[in-house]
Each structure stands twice: as C-alpha cells, then as structure tokens.
T-cell receptor, first 114, second 114 residues
Framework: AQSVTQLGSHVSVSEGALVLLRCNYS??????LFWYVQYPNQGLQLLLK??????LVKGINGFEAEFKKSETSFHLTKPSAHMSDAAEYFC????????????FGAGTRLFVKA | EAQVTQNPRYLITVTGKKLTVTCSQN?????MSWYRQDPGLGLRQIYY???????DKGDVPEGYKVSRKEKRNFPLILESPSPNQTSLYFC?????????????FGPGTRLLVL
C-alpha cells in the first residue's frame, strides 16, 4: 500500500525566504512522485513530477524537488518566496507499474509574509 | 484552448436522489480521474480511466460509479447520494509520453447533500 505524509499543515515564510515543504512517502514499488499547487478557489496545477533518473526535478514557477530514496522523501523547495506563491501544496505518489491509482497527502498551506 | 469542463459547478441535492456530474476534456487525453477534496484530508481518488471502456477503482470508490464510453467524457454518477458525499469534486485528464506528463484539472464541482 502507498501513503503520503506532508509534515506541517501550515507553513509561513517571509517574502524572499527559502520555501521548504516536506513530503514523505511509503510505497512497496518504485514510485512516481508529484507536487501540485492549488491557488485559492481554483483547481489543481501540476508543479513537477519525478519518474526515474535524475533525483532533482525542476518544475514550474521556480520550484524544485529532490527524490531521496534512502529517506523516502520528496521535499519541495524554492530559493526565494514570492507573495504569489501563497497557496496549498499537495504531494502525491503513484506506483510506476502501469496503473493510475494516485494517493495524495493532506496538503500544506503556504503563507508568505510581506 | 485546452480545458477540462465540469457541470454543474454547484449542486445542492437531497439524500437518495440520483445525480450525475459531467466531465469533458478536449485534448484527446487517454487518462481521466475523479477526485474528492475534503478539509484536512487532501484529495482522494475515486475512480480513474486509462482509456475508453477501461476504468478502475481509486482510493474511495464506494457510493460512486463512472463510465467511459467516449474518450472525451468521464461522468461521475452518484446513484443514491448521502450526506457524507458532500464534498468538492475535481475531474482531471492526463497525457503521459516517455515519462513526461501533462495534466489538466477541471474547475471543481461543489456538492451539498442534505
């Protein structure tokens, strides 16, 4: 069975500071890993996806995430937060054996202080 | 314009009255999914479809049905809605080529079951 844990339901950073959103996963098979963003009152948008190969994945809007198999983690980072980054972020896992069953974390709401 | 449309966007109904939420995509994507979003629980996948006439259960399929008779449409059917199905529902479509994935989410359908 797969599961995703996002550490911290709320994270607050100052504008210009590093953004770090934590995600740990559990999967019995090699996973695909995702980060999504949901802006207030909007649908979800795919930020980035890890499949295989390079463990540092670059996404849209300056975000990136690093897959660490030994730590079963896939933390999302951005060097400098903008006010426009305030949103809810979801980590998700899918097995890479051909199915499409996807498990999401509970989400982390990011607040950016001016 | 590439998009996923859902109808209705808002719906209030009563327990036991069958309803259908439609989902349509104009990108010829093979994969489509339905999710529900509840506070503190993130998104949970209800059903997914990997192609026409191919559907499978997600994490929380109980009380829901789907069909995929055409590639563009993936309706979600609640045969006998109950109050615990009050939620925000999202439809999504995806195209995966060589590990690269494009995903689009619909705007959401907010359902209240009395």
């Amino acid at each position: 069975a797969q599961s995703v844990t996002q550490l911290g339901s709320h994270v607050s950073v100052s504008e210009g500071a590093l953004v770090l959103l934590r995600c740990n996963y559990s999967s019995s098979v090699p996973p695909y890993l995702f980060w999504y963003v949901q802006y207030p009152n909007q649908g979800l948008q795919l930020l980035l996806k890890y499949t295989t190969g390079a463990t540092l994945v670059k996404g849209i809007n300056g975000f990136e995430a690093e897959f660490k198999k030994s730590e079963t983690s896939f933390h999302l980072t951005k060097p400098s937060a903008h006010m426009s980054d305030a949103a809810e972020y979801f980590c998700a896992v899918r097995d890479n054996t051909g199915g499409f069953k996807t498990i999401f974390g509970a989400g982390t709401r990011l607040f950016v202080k001016a | 314009e590439a998009q996923v449309t859902q109808n209705p966007r808002y719906l209030i109904t009563v327990t036991g009255k069958k309803l259908t939420v439609t989902c349509s995509q104009n990108m010829n994507h093979e994969y489509m999914s339905w999710y529900r979003q509840d506070p503190g629980l993130g998104l949970r996948q209800i059903y997914y479809s990997m192609n026409v006439e191919v559907t499978d259960k997600g994490d929380v399929p109980e009380g829901y049905k789907v069909s995929r008779k055409e590639k563009r449409n993936f309706p979600l059917i609640l045969e006998s809605p109950s109050p615990n199905q009050t939620s925000l529902y999202f439809c999504a479509s995806s195209l995966s080529i060589g590990g690269e994935e494009t995903q689009y989410f619909g705007p959401g359908t907010r359902l209240l079951v009395l």
